[in-house]
């Protein structure tokens, strides 16, 4: 079984960067899926971002170029950057893993899923 941590939200101005983190505990060494997603409230979770351990990554179009996701497979420790935040990036932010049901982490669902308890992020115009 896998549990997740996140840390390193906080509240920063438009156009302000902050990093975030999220190190997983017990069974981490099946793990080849890890993702980062995000809720406002009354909303569904939205996702962010994934990468595989062979690194291959990808990121929903609203974040392209602002965001770097980043995966400390020695570790398990999985970061997001994040620069130039808007208002509308806003939100409790959480990680996410697994290993592919299917065919690989891009497509269908994950099995041995785990998630975090969620880190807020406050982006203030």
């Known amino acids: 079984q896998v549990h997740l941590a996140e840390s390193g939200g906080g509240s920063v101005q438009a156009g302000g960067s902050l990093r975030l983190a999220c190190e997983g505990f017990g069974d981490t060494k099946s793990t080849t899926c890890m993702a980062w997603f995000r809720q406002t409230s009354g909303k569904e979770r939205e996702w962010v971002a994934t990468i595989d351990t062979d690194g291959t990554v990808d990121y929903t179009k609203s974040v392209k170029g602002r965001f770097t996701i980043s995966l400390d497979t020695a570790k398990m420790t999985l970061q997001l950057q994040m620069n130039n935040l808007k208002p509308e990036d806003s939100a409790v932010y959480y990680c996410?893993?697994?290993?592919?049901?299917?065919?690989?982490?891009?497509?269908?669902?994950?099995?041995?899923?785990?998630w975090g308890q969620g880190t807020l992020v406050t982006v203030s115009s």
């Open positions: 996410r893993s697994g290993v592919p049901s299917e065919y690989d982490c891009y497509s269908g669902s994950w099995a041995r899923e785990a």
